[in-house]
Each structure stands twice: as structure tokens, then as C-alpha cells.
């Protein structure tokens, strides 16, 4: 049953067939020409793979595969083995003679892959097993397996190998898997959105990286409806607005940035841009693309990939929304170069009075009259045939003083643009849009066309539990029994604690972790009165370090020193979280008190937009984690004016009476 090139392994083979089969055919089967350029270093590492296998599995029955491909991470798991109800995840490192973590978290990482994404490895247990074939010493025995029956990797040489496989066997017990079953199984992704971004620009599409499964809206389905209105404006030579709702974590990004890539070309004539007002997300998007494509082109045998040349491409290709604006100011009489540009986090552009106040300021256009919708539609409206802007939309959402929200773009388009098509979903009447107004009244002068396919209804990004987003709504709302409902459903698969000890929350969290997965600390840009725990959110964390470095950098985010705030993590996300919640928000019996600590006391925040920014600050903090979260709850401290306990504990009871699991 030797696979072709299209299939999920170069390799599939019962292992008595794989015994009884030459190393030369072996060989041959997985240096077939068009599956990736074979080295000399290559071919030499499977032939001693092959070798120590063939070793390792005598007497063993079951089925192996042989560079099988992990379509998220972008690599190939070297092999792996299917046997007595187990999956054993084998990674080789020939010439090695001793075990880095880097390569411990590389087989863990692909353990953990399959474990989550691939349908036919959810119920099984799962085996990760380094080798290295120079080490003197390694693992012993099997350890414990953590509750998804995902086992701690082994270390181990040559020479132990073998025995380590069968005490495995002989020790676990699982129901015989199906090899042919399993070999087709889907694999179902719910990539990072670094990991997506760095997919779609090497040209995958977004359907190999997105799951398939019936809960979840497939994002294949809302890129292909935003495709086809694309090419229908083209076609046409019409003006379209088409905007893209989703809950946070749902993929409106992925949306974008799918179409982006799709039409990256220059010489299309539906070539597109992707704008972001979100500094963060622009530069660690950025450095993980350039970094990727440096290694990718290292890997193609390119000696000295030209970064500053790779940073230029992707700099045309993922832009900082503001460069845009001003780059339609300078030329006030020059339509942009793209038909096609997408907006992401449309919904914090800013109103009138923030954009007046910044150009006056800033660029001394003393009697700029535009919001910053207003201006970006007209400066698209320019092209005298057709254009199409997408806008990609989060409810709730808004966190900085001056951000218009979605309902600025309606009101823009009803006033000055009428003759513009509008695509939009019934969701944007929900309450977290704030646009139900400005909607009905668009919808009285213009064309507006309601388009279900538009909205992203599932968080892809807490892939355990999709209703996740829906939880934390319900306890912003204060709504206990809806929050309870939530919770009941998805707390096996998607942890959440919460204390008032900090320590005990960053053990919860390492703990947690395993492999490569990220973890880092949260906290709302308000929560002055953390730095008696040491967080102290006035440092200014450089995004790009603390999202991509790794366990060593002291700058990333592993290190639990540096909180995030909202403004560091929007659009933006980790494996597992600490939220630390300070007095800024809390809860008393009468509802929700929002405060900002000036000078040496906490105010109270009287404006609504501010009480509006405040809570949205907290939603974006709590639906960061794609696996799991654990809340800091300080005790306060009754010798502190600025911490008296009563600040913190009926925030901490309330989730408490939540059933959130108390550490």
C-alpha cells in the first residue's frame, strides 16, 4: 500500500511488509522525484533510519509510515508506528549524541499535533520517541501519560530502542486502530495565525489549513464568497464594501489574509493589499514571514537569501494602515494603486473627532473634516470604474479612546457614498456591534445585501472549545447561568482556574504547556496596582521578541515577567494564558465598577465610551488562549488604600460561583 506523492506519508506499509521489502526499494519509494530535492545528508539519514527500524520491529505487528506530513507546522514527522492500539511518533537525529530540547519539543510538538487535529488519533494514546544515534544514555522507562493519553517523550539511543518499544506495548492498553482508516483520516488545523500567515504566503490555500468539521463556519466558505463579490465588482465594474463579522478568535484575519495572498500579484488587475491599523500584529506578522522565508529558501540550497529584499516583499504585502491614509493625502487627486484592499480591524478606525485632532497635530491640516472610514472610502472611491474594500470586523472590539467603531463606516457610506454596494450579515445587528442604527438607515438609501456566509460564528482559535468567545460575553454580561452553561460543556477540554496566589497561577500554566506551546502573561493597560506582584504594565514590551523568541530570551513571553496588555495581544494569540485582574475592573453587587488609577488613588471612569473601552479590554485579555487560561485574581492587601481585599474579592467570588476551578 505504498502511498503516492499526494498522500499524508511518502511511506505507508504494514511493518511485515516493510521487513520483507529491500532497503534500496524502501529508499527508492521515499526519493521518488517531485516530492522535495533529496541530499546527499537526506538519503544517508534514511538509509540508517530504515536500518534501525527494520531492527527495532522485528516481531512487532502493525503498520508504519514513513514521512508523514503535518500540514500546520509545515514539516514531516520522520516516522511513525501504529501498533497494539498505540501511536508511537518516532523522531531520528542521526549523529547526534545527545538530546536538545529543541528536538524533545519537536517530537512532543508532533505528538500534540495529531493528538488535536488528526480524527483518527483523538481517542488514542500517543507515544513521542527521540533518538538519537550517538547517545550513550537515555530514558529508562514510560512515564505517566497526561489526561489526553499524550505521553512525556522518550529519550533514547539504538541500542535501548527497541526495548523502550515493547515495554510500551506491553505496558499501554487501547483498542486495535484501523490502518487504513487512519492513514485517511482528515487532519483538521486550527493553525496560529503567525503559523497561517507564514502557510498562505508560501501559497497554501486556506482550505489545507482549516478544519472541516461540521461546528465550526469554514472559512473556505466566507474566502469563497469574498472571492466571488471580488470578481463580480471587477466584472461588473462596480464599487462593493463587503464586511466580514466573526467572533474573536474566528478567523477574520485569516480571511483576509488568505485573499491577500491569493491576489499578491502586482500585474493582477485584482491585486490586493492587506491594512492594519494593529502595530503589533503588522511587525510580528512581518518578522515571522521574513524569518520563514529566509529558512525556507536556506532549506531550497539558496546560500544567502537577501532579507532586506524579503522584508520589502513582505512590507508590500502587509501594511500599516495609517501609511496608506497618508500616502491618499499626499496625493489627494491619485486614486491607490490597488482596486482591492482589505481593512483588518475595521471596527478601530478612527471618528471624526480623534482624526481632526491627529492631522491638525501631526501632519498641520489644520481643516481635515473626515473620519477615518470616510476619508479611506473616498480615497478607494477615486477609481472610475470599480473597487472593493473588505473590512474585517470584531464586536467588541474597540479598546483605544477615538476608535469609531463599524457604525462610523455606515454612517460614511449612507452620506457620501451611496451608490457603493453593501454586503453585511444579520449578526452586525448584535449587540457587541453597536450598529443596528446606522444599519437600518443605510439600508433605506443604499443597496445592502445580507449575506450570512459573511460571519464567522466558531473561535478557531480555542480550538478545545468554541464557545469559548460566547463564556466570556456571558461573564462581561454578567450573566452566571449562561457563563455556568459554557463552561459545563467545554471544562474537560479546555481548562480554566482561577487564584489569588500568582505563583500557583504561573505553576498552573507551565505545567500545562508542553512541547513548544507558548504561554505569557496578560493584563489590561489600566491595572496600575499590579506592580506589588511584580507586573507592572508600564514596561513596554517589544511584540516581535515576546511572541516569537523562545524559553531562553528573557524578552519573550515564557519568561512570565513582562505582561502583554490588550494593545500588545489583540489579533494576536497564545497556547495558555495568565490574565491578571486588577481593581481597574470590578465587580460589586450592583454591577461592574470601572476605575483608572491616577496619581496615588483609583477614579471612577464616568464616560461610557471609556467604560466601553475598559470592558472590551478585559474581553480581548480573556479570549487570547487557544487551550486554556488561568485568571490572577490579586487578595489585596488591607494595609494599602490602593489594594483593600474588597477591591478584588467579588470579582474573585464571582467566578468562583461561575464554577470556575478554584487553585
Given at each position: 500500500?505504498?502511498?503516492?506523492?499526494?498522500?499524508?506519508?511518502?511511506?505507508?506499509?504494514?511493518?511485515?511488509?516493510?521487513?520483507?521489502?529491500?532497503?534500496?526499494?524502501?529508499?527508492?519509494?521515499?526519493?521518488?522525484?517531485?516530492?522535495?530535492?533529496?541530499?546527499?545528508?537526506?538519503?544517508?539519514?534514511?538509509?540508517?533510519?530504515?536500518?534501525?527500524?527494520?531492527?527495532?520491529?522485528?516481531?512487532?505487528?502493525?503498520?508504519?509510515?514513513?514521512e508523514f506530513d503535518v500540514p500546520r507546522i509545515g514539516?514531516?514527522?520522520?516516522?511513525?508506528?501504529?501498533?497494539?492500539?498505540?501511536?508511537?511518533?518516532?523522531?531520528?537525529?542521526?549523529?547526534?549524541?545527545?538530546?536538545?530540547?529543541?528536538?524533545?519539543?519537536?517530537?512532543?510538538?508532533?505528538?500534540?499535533?495529531?493528538?488535536?487535529?488528526?480524527?483518527?488519533?483523538?481517542?488514542?494514546?500517543?507515544?513521542?520517541?527521540?533518538?538519537?544515534?550517538?547517545?550513550?544514555?537515555?530514558?529508562?522507562?514510560?512515564?505517566?501519560?497526561?489526561?489526553?493519553?499524550?505521553?512525556?517523550?522518550?529519550?533514547?539511543?539504538?541500542?535501548?530502542?527497541?526495548?523502550?518499544?515493547?515495554?510500551?506495548?506491553?505496558?499501554?492498553?487501547?483498542?486495535?486502530?484501523?490502518?487504513?482508516?487512519?492513514?485517511?483520516?482528515?487532519?483538521?488545523?486550527?493553525?496560529?495565525i503567525i503559523e497561517a500567515a507564514q502557510s498562505l504566503?508560501?501559497?497554501?490555500?486556506?482550505?489545507s489549513i482549516s478544519r472541516h468539521d461540521a461546528g465550526?463556519?469554514?472559512?473556505?466558505?466566507?474566502?469563497?464568497?469574498?472571492?466571488?463579490?471580488?470578481?463580480?465588482?471587477?466584472?461588473?465594474?462596480?464599487?462593493?464594501?463587503?464586511?466580514?463579522?466573526?467572533?474573536?478568535?474566528?478567523?477574520?484575519?485569516?480571511?483576509?489574509?488568505?485573499?491577500?495572498?491569493?491576489?499578491?500579484?502586482?500585474?493582477?488587475?485584482?491585486?490586493?493589499?492587506?491594512?492594519?491599523?494593529?502595530?503589533?500584529?503588522?511587525?510580528?506578522?512581518?518578522?515571522?514571514?521574513?524569518?520563514?522565508?529566509?529558512?525556507?529558501?536556506?532549506?531550497?540550497?539558496?546560500?544567502?537569501?537577501?532579507?532586506?529584499?524579503?522584508?520589502?516583499?513582505?512590507?508590500?504585502?502587509?501594511?500599516?494602515?495609517?501609511?496608506?491614509?497618508?500616502?491618499?493625502?499626499?496625493?489627494?487627486?491619485?486614486?491607490?494603486?490597488?482596486?482591492?484592499?482589505?481593512?483588518?480591524?475595521?471596527?478601530?478606525?478612527?471618528?471624526?473627532?480623534?482624526?481632526?485632532?491627529?492631522?491638525?497635530?501631526?501632519?498641520?491640516?489644520?481643516?481635515?473634516?473626515?473620519?477615518?472610514?470616510?476619508?479611506?472610502?473616498?480615497?478607494?472611491?477615486?477609481?472610475?470604474?470599480?473597487?472593493?474594500?473588505?473590512?474585517?470586523?470584531?464586536?467588541?472590539?474597540?479598546?483605544?479612546?477615538?476608535?469609531?467603531?463599524?457604525?462610523?463606516?455606515?454612517?460614511?457610506?449612507?452620506?457620501?457614498?451611496?451608490?457603493?454596494?453593501?454586503?453585511?450579515?444579520?449578526?452586525?445587528?448584535?449587540?457587541?456591534?453597536?450598529?443596528?442604527?446606522?444599519?437600518?438607515?443605510?439600508?433605506?438609501?443604499?443597496?445592502?445585501?445580507?449575506?450570512?456566509?459573511?460571519?464567522?460564528?466558531?473561535?478557531?482559535?480555542?480550538?478545545?472549545?468554541?464557545?469559548?468567545?460566547?463564556?466570556?460575553?456571558?461573564?462581561?454580561?454578567?450573566?452566571?447561568?449562561?457563563?455556568?452553561?459554557?463552561?459545563?460543556?467545554?471544562?474537560?477540554?479546555?481548562?480554566?482556574?482561577?487564584?489569588?496566589?500568582?505563583?500557583?497561577?504561573?505553576?498552573?500554566?507551565?505545567?500545562?504547556?508542553?512541547?513548544?506551546?507558548?504561554?505569557?502573561?496578560?493584563?489590561?493597560?489600566?491595572?496600575?496596582?499590579?506592580?506589588?506582584?511584580?507586573?507592572?504594565?508600564?514596561?513596554?514590551?517589544?511584540?516581535?521578541?515576546?511572541?516569537?523568541?523562545?524559553?531562553?530570551?528573557?524578552?519573550?513571553?515564557?519568561?512570565?515577567?513582562?505582561?502583554?496588555?490588550?494593545?500588545?495581544?489583540?489579533?494576536?494569540?497564545?497556547?495558555?494564558?495568565?490574565?491578571?485582574?486588577?481593581?481597574?475592573?470590578?465587580?460589586?453587587?450592583?454591577?461592574?465598577?470601572?476605575?483608572?488609577?491616577?496619581?496615588?488613588?483609583?477614579?471612577?471612569?464616568?464616560?461610557?465610551?471609556?467604560?466601553?473601552?475598559?470592558?472590551?479590554?478585559?474581553?480581548?485579555?480573556?479570549?487570547?488562549?487557544?487551550?486554556?487560561?488561568?485568571?490572577?485574581?490579586?487578595?489585596?492587601?488591607?494595609?494599602?488604600?490602593?489594594?483593600?481585599?474588597?477591591?478584588?474579592?467579588?470579582?474573585?467570588?464571582?467566578?468562583?460561583?461561575?464554577?470556575?476551578?478554584?487553585?
Open positions: 500500500m505504498t502511498t503516492s506523492a499526494s498522500s499524508s506519508a511518502f511511506y505507508a506499509e504494514p511493518i511485515s511488509s516493510f521487513l520483507a521489502q529491500s532497503n534500496p526499494h524502501i529508499l527508492g519509494e521515499l526519493s521518488r522525484p517531485g516530492l522535495f530535492s533529496i541530499t546527499p545528508d537526506q538519503s544517508s539519514a534514511w538509509e540508517d533510519e530504515i536500518r534501525l527500524l527494520k531492527e527495532a520491529l522485528q516481531g512487532i505487528d502493525g503498520f508504519l509510515c514513513l514539516s514531516r514527522i520522520d516516522s511513525v508506528v501504529l501498533s497494539g492500539g498505540c501511536i508511537f511518533v518516532l523522531e531520528f537525529k542521526v549523529g547526534e549524541n545527545s538530546y536538545h530540547r529543541e528536538a524533545i519539543n519537536q517530537v512532543w510538538d508532533y505528538a500534540l499535533d495529531l493528538k488535536n487535529f488528526h480524527r483518527a488519533s483523538h481517542l488514542a494514546p500517543i507515544v513521542p520517541i527521540l533518538i538519537c544515534t550517538l547517545a550513550k544514555k537515555g530514558s529508562t522507562e514510560l512515564s505517566q501519560p497526561f489526561a489526553d493519553q499524550v505521553y512525556e517523550p522518550i529519550t533514547t539511543n539504538p541500542e535501548n530502542f527497541p526495548h523502550l518499544l515493547r515495554a510500551a506495548l506491553s505496558t499501554i492498553e487501547a483498542a486495535p486502530i484501523n490502518a487504513e482508516e487512519w492513514i485517511s483520516a482528515p487532519y483538521q488545523p486550527t493553525p496560529t504566503y508560501s501559497r497554501h490555500s486556506v482550505e465550526a463556519r469554514n472559512l473556505a466558505i466566507t474566502s469563497r464568497r469574498v472571492e466571488e463579490l471580488i470578481d463580480q465588482a471587477a466584472r461588473l465594474k462596480e464599487k462593493h464594501i463587503i464586511f466580514v463579522t466573526g467572533v474573536p478568535g474566528a478567523g477574520k484575519t485569516l480571511v483576509g489574509l488568505n485573499v491577500s495572498t491569493q491576489r499578491r500579484d502586482k500585474n493582477l488587475a485584482t491585486h490586493a493589499v492587506f491594512l492594519s491599523g494593529n502595530g503589533p500584529l503588522v511587525a510580528v506578522l512581518s518578522e515571522a514571514l521574513t524569518k520563514d522565508e529566509v529558512a525556507r529558501r536556506k532549506k531550497a540550497g539558496e546560500r544567502k537569501p537577501p532579507i532586506g529584499k524579503i522584508r520589502q516583499e513582505i512590507k508590500a504585502f502587509i501594511q500599516n494602515i495609517h501609511h496608506f491614509r497618508d500616502e491618499g493625502i499626499r496625493e489627494l487627486s491619485r486614486s491607490p494603486s490597488e482596486h482591492v484592499v482589505i481593512f483588518d480591524e475595521a471596527q478601530r478606525a478612527w471618528n471624526l473627532d480623534k482624526t481632526k485632532d491627529f492631522m491638525a497635530r501631526r501632519k498641520g491640516l489644520k481643516n481635515f473634516s473626515h473620519s477615518e472610514p470616510e476619508f479611506l472610502i473616498s480615497y478607494l472611491d477615486r477609481h472610475t470604474d470599480w473597487a472593493v474594500i473588505i473590512c474585517l470586523v470584531g464586536g467588541g472590539q474597540e479598546i483605544y479612546r477615538g476608535e469609531a467603531g463599524i457604525s462610523e463606516w455606515l454612517n460614511s457610506l449612507k452620506a457620501h457614498f451611496p451608490s457603493w454596494r453593501v454586503h453585511v450579515t444579520p449578526n452586525l445587528k448584535d449587540s457587541e456591534y453597536d450598529a443596528v442604527d446606522a444599519l437600518t438607515s443605510l439600508q433605506q438609501t443604499s443597496f445592502v445585501s445580507l449575506d450570512r456566509s459573511l460571519h464567522l460564528s466558531a473561535s478557531m482559535r480555542s480550538f478545545r472549545a468554541e464557545s469559548v468567545s460566547s463564556f466570556v460575553k456571558a461573564i462581561l454580561d454578567r450573566d452566571r447561568s449562561t457563563a455556568s452553561k459554557y463552561l459545563d460543556d467545554f471544562r474537560e477540554r479546555y481548562p480554566i482556574a482561577v487564584t489569588r496566589c500568582l505563583d500557583s497561577a504561573k505553576n498552573w500554566i507551565r505545567s500545562h504547556a508542553r512541547g513548544s506551546e507558548r504561554f505569557g502573561l496578560v493584563a489590561s493597560s489600566k491595572a496600575l496596582r499590579l506592580k506589588p506582584h511584580a507586573v507592572d504594565v508600564r514596561v513596554t514590551i517589544n511584540p516581535v521578541h515576546w511572541f516569537l523568541n523562545d524559553k531562553r530570551d528573557v524578552r519573550s513571553s515564557f519568561y512570565l515577567e513582562d505582561p502583554a496588555t490588550e494593545f500588545q495581544v489583540q489579533g494576536l494569540e497564545l497556547d495558555w494564558v495568565c490574565v491578571n485582574w486588577d481593581a481597574d475592573l470590578r465587580l460589586t453587587p450592583f454591577g461592574w465598577n470601572y476605575h483608572s488609577f491616577v496619581g496615588n488613588k483609583w477614579q471612577s471612569v464616568r464616560k461610557d465610551e471609556l467604560k466601553h473601552y475598559l470592558l472590551n479590554a478585559y474581553r480581548v485579555l480573556l479570549t487570547r488562549a487557544r487551550q486554556g487560561m488561568v485568571i490572577f485574581v490579586p487578595p489585596g492587601d488591607a494595609s494599602d488604600h490602593t489594594r483593600p481585599p474588597s477591591f478584588y474579592d467579588h470579582t474573585f467570588d464571582y467566578l468562583t460561583e461561575i464554577g470556575i476551578k478554584v487553585i
